[in-house]
């Protein structure tokens, strides 16, 4: 999974939606891959407006990656491939391909395995 | 055409009915499935080239991905009910996949600029559930403003009428019914035989569910065997 995949992502529990505590969930025990691809600095511009930052950065620290910028990028900060480079790596490139990632509302657990992160709810939560 | 059991209605009833006659199959014929859905539709294929550069979306039961390699300009989180089908979508860039199911999906109200769910809610086997689905991913849509027209969702079911089709069905069949999915694994083997659960839609019947689940139906038709319909909140 994606870092940029759990910017849109929240609990998958009906009654966490209105919580602000359910988003963004929280990542444990990540284990962390690059994967490489091909630097698309359009890509990146057209999609930051859409990132919620504060997320993005916290979930960014709980994976033990330093700040990047204080606020997202605008106009000027678009320009400049340094940045752009430093958000395609974070955001596409790294990947979580083990752990867990936790609703701070009602602690579910929702399993990555290979990659692949699963939002199926046992059935008493559903 | 296996005997359907739809006499009994509570929701840990149809959930169960669902894993046997739809989430246990596709796990089971993932592969095999994949290896035959290749093709893009040429409705969704214009319906997601068009949308502009960095649109976030969603792809709600998105089977092998066969709609994420169309725009690579936008981005897609795409979920599959099925893990195995998962595994085989996983690696179309940009994109993302995950294993969700339609009617609890884990993602934020109001926020995505649109939605495919292409062949998905006709697995559904209550006129209920079918629209809470609906309803679910309407739930994710950007609304509409004075300013911004909001999100939109293109979905797509199998239609009862289709006579000229190799099943043949038409109006006034069942519409609740099992189709056999054949495959072998290799030629000396015999072939086995999975059923899936369809629920086959009728003219004008994807428009009242997505009317029931509080939707605003922008355009509808028919393509290929299938109702189609494009709809925002």
Same mark, same amino acid.
Do not use: A, S, T
């Given at each position: 999974m994606k870092l940029i995949t759990a910017n849109f992502l929240t609990c998958a529990v009906k009654g966490c939606k209105t919580s602000p505590a359910s988003f963004p969930l929280h990542f444990r025990d990540a284990e962390l891959e690059l994967q490489e691809l091909e630097f698309q600095p359009e890509f990146i511009c057209n999609i930051v407006p859409r990132i919620n930052w504060d997320s993005f950065q916290a979930m960014a620290n709980e994976l033990g990656f330093p700040k990047i910028l204080d606020k997202k990028p605008e106009s000027d900060d678009l320009k400049d491939e340094k940045i752009l480079r430093e958000l395609h790596r974070l955001l596409l490139e790294t990947q979580i391909i083990e752990g867990r990632l936790i609703c701070g509302n009602c602690g579910h657990e929702y399993l990555i395995k290979e990659g692949i992160a699963n939002f199926l709810l046992p059935s008493h939560l559903v | 055409m296996a005997s359907l059991d739809q006499s009994s209605s509570t929701l840990e009833s149809r959930e169960a009915y669902e894993e046997m006659h739809v989430h246990e199959v596709y796990q089971q014929i993932a592969s095999h499935f994949s290896s035959t859905r290749y093709k893009p539709w040429p409705i969704v294929k214009q319906f997601l080239t068009q949308l502009t550069p960095g649109s976030i979306g969603l792809d709600v039961?998105? /089977? #092998? /991905?066969?709609? &994420? $390699?169309? #725009? *690579?300009n936008v981005f897609i989180v795409a979920s599959d009910r099925s893990e195995n089908l998962a595994r085989i979508a996983v #690696?179309?860039? $940009?994109h993302s996949v995950i294993v969700a199911d339609i009617l609890n999906l884990p993602h934020p109200d109001n926020f995505f600029d649109f939605a495919i769910s292409i062949a998905v809610v006709h697995h559904l086997s209550t006129p209920d559930r079918r629209t809470q689905a609906i309803r679910e991913i309407l739930r994710t849509l950007k609304p509409p403003t004075k300013e911004n027209p909001g999100g939109k969702v293109l979905l797509y079911a199998w239609a009862l009428e289709q006579k000229s089709s190799r099943r043949g069905w038409d109006k006034g069949? &069942? *519409?609740d019914i099992m189709v056999p999915w054949v495959t072998k694994e290799s030629s000396s083997d015999l072939p086995k035989v999975f059923h899936r659960y369809y629920h086959l839609y009728e003219a004008t019947e994807l428009e009242r569910d997505i009317t029931n689940a509080g939707g605003l139906v922008l355009e509808s038709g028919y393509e290929k065997d299938n109702w189609w319909a494009i709809a925002t909140r």
């Open positions: - | 039961g998105c /089977g #092998n /991905g066969k709609y &994420l $390699p169309v #725009n *690579q #690696n179309h860039q $940009p069949d &069942l *519409q």
